[in-house]
């Protein structure tokens, strides 16, 4: 692993490139590399607000193969609000690297294909996208493609449909899973990785015939833009 002075970087395994030369119709779910993801953000709108953290680890089969996690100095100040939300503070992110280094850094991290999860990740590749173009770093967006996407939240709701409320840590309590940091990106990733790999066991306990990411995503449905 690569350590950084902001965060830490481990380059893929070499099996991520197995998203890329594969059909998800072809990719078995075992074997399928899923790169789960998390922003932390100074506010909502992706064209004003800017983003203060991200943490994106890629899993195989449940297991951990490449992190890579910084902080970021925003384009603004964090909002009091998001500050105490968060515990991400203007002094910590004041000489965290900018943008535009974390996204190309991230975008080589993923890979050209990758498969992204997140709870809500609608609203993360959005956020994403819109600061790749911002960013003039266009040649990454195919990186970030909903339709090969996975929201835990959706996926939830499909396969846990009589839960009160899906926000995430709702729906992790409801699979036995604690997350003791939410908010910060890193807590929050492996939150949905816990989420995305229970409900994958559970769906194919139910339904044996379920076995490749294509399955998956016809289970899930193809996502639409926040």
Same mark, same amino acid.
């Given at each position: ?36 993801? =998390? ?98 770093? =266009? ?5 970030? =493609? ?81």
């Amino acid at each position: 692993m690569q350590q950084s002075l902001f965060g830490s970087f481990a380059a893929p395994s070499a099996a991520s490139a197995e998203n890329a030369s594969s059909s998800l119709d072809g990719l078995l779910l075992g074997d399928t590399v899923f790169t789960v993801l =998390d922003l932390e953000t100074t506010g909502l709108n992706a064209k004003k607000s800017g983003i203060t953290e991200v943490t994106a680890i890629q899993f195989r089969n449940g297991v951990e193969i490449g992190k890579y996690s910084t902080l970021i100095k925003p384009t603004e100040p964090i909002p009091e609000e998001v500050e105490l939300l968060t515990g991400i503070t203007n002094d910590m992110v004041k000489n965290a690297p900018a943008l535009v280094m974390v996204l190309s850094e991230l975008s080589g991290f993923i890979g050209e294909a990758p498969i992204i999860v997140g709870h809500n990740v609608s609203f993360d590749i959005g956020f994403l996208r819109e600061k790749v173009s911002q960013n003039g770093l =266009d040649v990454f967006l195919p990186r970030y =493609d909903l339709g090969r996407a996975f929201c835990t939240k959706v996926l939830a709701q499909r396969a846990l449909p009589s839960l009160p409320s899906y926000e995430g840590i709702m729906v992790a309590t409801a699979i036995g899973y604690h997350n003791d940091n939410p908010h910060r990106a890193e807590a929050d990733v492996r939150m949905s990785a816990a989420i995305l790999f229970e409900l994958i066991k559970r769906l194919q306990t139910d339904n044996p015939s379920m076995k490749t990411a294509q399955d998956l995503l016809d289970y899930q449905g193809v996502l639409s833009e926040r």
